[in-house]
């Protein structure tokens, strides 16, 4: 059973701050691709950011040069620091895996279950 647990979500003043967390556990083999996805209300999924096993990054538009994601291989932890948050970053963060549970499976990709997020103007 993998499980993917965030944390670090709240309220915060717009032009402030916040870090996120997403920690991964379970019987894994390898993780490959993390990243950070959010759903405002009557939208659609989006991608935040996310990042490679090796340290590749990707960023939505919209929090380029304002958020930065990162990962701790050996804590099977992802981060994404948010800075200068405006309020339509209010939103559900959602933390997603691509995770190998043996050397001879296929990747599948995992979901925490989201944190709330809420900048206020």
């Known amino acids: 059973q993998v499980q993917l647990v965030e944390s670090g979500g709240g309220l915060v003043q717009a032009g402030g701050s916040l870090r996120l967390s997403c920690v991964v556990s379970g019987s894994i083999f390898s993780i490959n691709v993390m990243g950070w996805y959010r759903q405002a209300p009557g939208k659609q999924r989006e991608l935040v950011a996310r990042?490679?096993?090796?340290?590749?990054?990707n960023y939505g538009d919209s929090v380029k040069g304002r958020f930065t994601i990162s990962r701790d291989n050996a804590k099977n932890t992802v981060y994404l620091q948010m800075n200068t948050l405006k309020s339509e970053a209010t939103a559900v963060y959602y933390c997603s895996a691509t995770v190998t549970l043996r050397p001879d499976s296929y990747e599948s990709r995992y979901w925490g279950q989201g944190t709330q997020v809420t900048v206020s103007s």
């Open positions: 990042i490679s096993s090796g340290g590749s990054t």
